[in-house]
C-alpha cells in the first residue's frame, strides 16, 4: 500500500473538516492566508516537518485500524 | 404525422443538430433520459463566494456532499462533480454499463448530457487537426460561426493562442482573468521568446462564457458576474448549458420532446426510421418513428445502440480518448499574496505546446486557479492530519495553479469498445491500454510541460495522472470509411452510418483521431453539419 496514501486524513476527519467550513460562524477561519511569500514558506516547512514528526505513529494508528477492521470483519 | 428528424440525445451535439435543423424549417422529435437537479441548483445564491461562505447556514446542502468519495483523485471517475452537478452522472453506471479493468467513462444521462456539467471550453481546431479527425474544414469553419454566435464565446483575438483556437470574428470580447493568471501572463510576456522556442504559447482560452447577455425570444441569459460559483450553479445562464436550447426550442411547435426514455434499438425501414425506447422509470417500451434519425448520445453511447440494433455482439469497435493529467503547482509569485475575489471559476488560460517529439501535434493545457472548491478538497489530498492540511491549503490557496493537460490521441489495437451480452441484456465491454512509445511520448509533454511552467515561475508540486478515460473526451467508436484503417461499423463521408440511408452520427463517434484541445465546439459546429445533410437530404435539395 502506498505509505502517503496511509497518511491521508480519514473520513470522519474530512467530514468534520467540511462541517465546521460549511459553517458561516467559522468562514473566517478557512480564508486564503496571505502573509507574505517568505513566512508562507516558512509556515508550509514548519507543517511539513511536523506532519512528518508525527507520520509513524499515524501509520501505527491507521495499521491498527485497519488490523480491528479486519477482524471485525472476520469475525 | 412523423417528424422529419428524430434525434437522440440532448448534449452538446444533440442539442445544436435539433435547433440547425428547426431553423431550417423541420419537425424535430428529441428524445433522452434528460436527468436534471433543478431542486439543488434552484437552493444556489446568486452572491459572490466569500460572501456566501459567511451568510448561508444551507451552503452544506451545495458546497458539500455527504457522500463525497474519499479515494484518490488518480482513481475518481467524476472527480470534479459537485452536489449540484451530482445528478449529470445518475443512474449512469446502471443504464450505460461498461465493463473494464482499463478504461472508466463518464457518462451521463442528464438533461444536457456532460454539456451539463463541462468546463465550457471552445478552442477551434485548425485546418489539419480537423483534416486528421476525417472532417470537412471549410464547412466546420462556417458552422464554428453558427455555434459561436448561438451560444455565446468570449475569446482574446489579440492573444498569442489566437491564431491556433479562434476562427469567429463573432465571439465576445475575452472574460476578465484573474490576479493568479494575470501574475503568469506578466511572466510569459518577459519569457515569451523563450517559450516560443520551445514551442509553448499562452493566452485566456475560449469559452462559452458570456460577458455581454444574450436576449432573443424565449431566451435570456446574462453576463457573468465573476461570483465564482460556476462550479455550483447557473448564475444568469452565463455559462452555455444544452438544456438551454432545448428549453428555447420547447416554445417552438415544431419541436417535440421526449423524455425519461432510454433508446435501446434504431431500426430503418423503406420511408422512415423507428426508434424502441425504454421508460427508465417503468421499464415499459414504447416506439417512435421519423423520417430520418441523428444518432448524438455521445460517442460511447451510439456505438452501443448501433451495436444493438444491428446484432454485432462482440464486435470489435476503436475507441479514442485523451489522455489527461495535471499539474499541480504553486506560482512562486502570488505564494503569500492576496487575490481579488472577483473571478470566474472556469479556466482562466490555455496554453498551447508544441514539442519536437510530437511532430506538429499540440498538447492543451487549462490553467485553473482554485479557491470556491474549498480547502477541504486539497486536505483530503495531503499526507497530513486535517487540520494541517486545511492550514497547508489556505498558504497555498492564493497561488495554487492547476494544470489540466490533454494529449493528443491516435487509434491503437489496443483502444476498443464491444457489445458484449449480460445479465439481463447487455454491456460495453473496453480496452484501452498505452503501449510504450505512448506512454513515453506522455511522459515527454509532462517534462516539457512542466519546464515551461517552471518559467512562468509556476513551481510543479505533484504529478496526478488520471485513469483512461477520466478526460471526458470520446471518439472514433463507429469511424468515417477511410482506405488505411477499417470498421465493421463506419460512417460515410455525409456521417450516414455505412450501409444505411437515414440514419446519421452527430457527435464525435465518427472521428479519425481526437486532438487534444477540447472538441466540444467541434462537436457542435460538426452536429450542425450533420442535421444541414439530415435535412437537406429529406427534402432533396442541395445543402446552401
Known amino acids: 500500500m502506498n ?10 476527519s474530512i467530514e468534520r473538516l467540511a462541517q ?46 485497519l488490523r480491528n477492521r479486519q477482524r471485525s470483519d472476520d469475525i | 404525422m412523423i417528424s422529419d428528424l428524430l434525434i437522440i440525445g440532448s448534449g452538446p451535439a444533440g442539442a445544436q443538430a435539433a435547433k440547425a435543423a428547426i431553423d431550417l424549417g423541420a419537425t424535430v422529435t428529441l428524445v433522452d433520459c434528460g436527468a436534471d437537479d433543478a431542486l439543488l441548483r434552484n437552493a444556489v445564491p446568486d452572491e459572490p463566494f466569500p460572501k456566501i461562505r459567511r451568510t448561508d447556514p444551507a451552503q452544506r446542502n451545495y458546497f458539500w456532499s455527504v457522500n463525497e468519495a474519499t479515494e484518490p483523485v488518480e482513481d475518481r471517475r ?38 451539463a456539467a463541462w468546463g465550457a471550453g471552445c478552442p477551434a481546431f485548425e485546418r489539419f487537426e480537423l483534416e486528421a479527425a476525417g472532417l470537412p474544414a471549410s464547412e466546420i469553419h462556417r458552422y464554428y460561426d453558427d455555434v459561436i454566435r448561438d451560444i455565446g464565446v468570449s475569446a482574446a483575438r489579440e492573444d498569442d493562442t489566437a491564431p491556433f483556437v479562434i476562427t469567429s470574428d463573432s465571439v465576445q ?68 448549458r444544452p438544456r438551454y436550447t432545448i428549453e428555447e426550442l420547447s416554445k417552438n411547435p415544431r419541436f417535440r420532446y421526449i423524455n425519461g426514455v432510454l433508446v435501446q434499438t434504431i431500426r430503418e425501414h423503406h420511408n422512415e426510421v423507428e426508434v424502441t425506447l425504454e421508460d427508465t422509470t417503468t421499464g415499459s417500451a414504447s416506439h417512435v418513428s421519423a423520417r430520418r434519425v441523428i444518432v448524438a448520445a455521445g460517442a460511447l453511447n451510439s456505438a452501443r445502440v448501433l451495436l444493438r440494433s444491428r446484432a454485432m455482439y462482440g464486435v470489435r469497435q476503436p475507441l479514442l480518448c485523451n489522455t489527461m493529467t495535471f499539474l499541480v503547482c504553486t506560482n512562486l509569485d502570488m505564494l503569500g499574496r492576496p487575490a481579488d475575489d472577483r473571478r470566474h471559476s472556469l479556466a482562466q488560460l490555455l496554453a498551447l505546446y508544441s514539442p519536437e517529439h510530437r511532430g506538429g501535434e499540440r498538447i492543451a493545457a487549462a490553467v485553473y486557479s482554485y479557491r470556491s472548491l474549498l480547502n477541504v478538497r486539497l486536505a483530503m489530498e495531503f499526507p497530513m492530519p486535517a487540520r494541517l492540511g486545511a492550514l497547508a491549503a489556505r498558504l497555498l490557496s492564493t497561488s495554487l495553479t492547476i494544470v489540466g493537460i490533454h494529449h493528443p490521441e491516435k487509434r491503437a489495437n489496443t483502444k476498443w469498445i464491444a457489445l458484449r451480452s ?24 509532462l517534462s516539457g510541460i512542466a519546464r515551461c511552467f517552471r518559467k512562468l515561475r509556476c513551481l510543479p508540486l505533484r504529478v496526478v495522472t488520471t485513469p483512461p478515460g477520466a478526460s471526458i473526451h470520446y471518439a472514433g467508436t463507429i469511424p468515417q470509411e477511410s482506405a488505411g484503417e477499417k470498421a465493421e461499423l463506419q460512417a460515410d463521408a455525409r456521417a450516414r452510418l455505412a450501409g444505411s440511408r437515414r440514419i446519421y452520427l452527430g457527435d464525435s463517434a465518427t472521428w479519425r483521431a481526437l486532438p487534444a484541445k477540447g472538441p466540444t465546439l467541434t462537436i457542435m459546429a460538426n452536429a450542425r453539419r450533420v442535421a444541414s445533410y439530415a435535412v437537406a437530404d429529406e427534402r432533396a435539395v442541395s445543402v446552401p
Request: hydrophobic residues 40%; proline residues 7%; charged residues 25%.
Open chain 1, 3 to 12: 505509505v502517503l496514501r496511509l497518511l491521508t486524513p480519514s473520513k470522519a
Open chain 1, 20 to 65: 465546521r467550513e460549511t459553517d458561516p460562524r467559522c468562514a473566517a477561519r478557512f480564508d486564503p492566508i496571505t502573509i507574505g511569500p517568505i513566512l508562507s514558506i516558512c509556515a508550509l516547512c514548519a507543517l511539513a516537518l511536523l506532519a512528518i514528526l508525527i507520520a509513524p505513529l499515524r501509520i501505527l494508528a491507521t495499521a491498527i485500524r
Open chain 2, 78 to 115: 467524476g472527480a470534479h462533480l459537485t452536489p449540484p452537478r451530482n445528478f449529470v452522472t445518475e443512474r449512469a453506471e446502471e443504464l450505460l454499463p461498461v465493463t473494464s479493468d482499463t478504461f472508466m467513462p463518464l457518462q451521463s444521462l442528464a438533461l444536457g448530457g456532460l454539456g
Open chain 2, 173 to 240: 470580447r475575452p472574460a476578465d482573468i484573474d490576479t493568479n493568471a494575470q501574475c503568469i501572463m506578466s511572466n510569459y510576456s518577459r519569457m515569451r521568446g523563450q517559450l516560443d522556442r520551445l514551442g509553448f504559447v499562452a493566452g485566456r482560452p475560449p469559452l462559452a462564457l458570456l460577458t455581454n447577455g444574450i436576449q432573443r425570444d424565449g431566451l435570456e441569459r446574462l453576463a457573468n458576474p465573476y461570483f465564482d460559483m460556476d462550479f455550483y450553479g447557473d448564475s444568469r445562464r452565463s455559462i452555455y
Open chain 2, 422 to 445: 449480460a445479465d439481463g441484456g447487455d454491456a460495453l465491454a473496453a480496452e484501452y491500454v498505452l503501449d510504450a512509445d505512448e506512454r513515453g511520448l506522455i511522459q515527454k509533454d
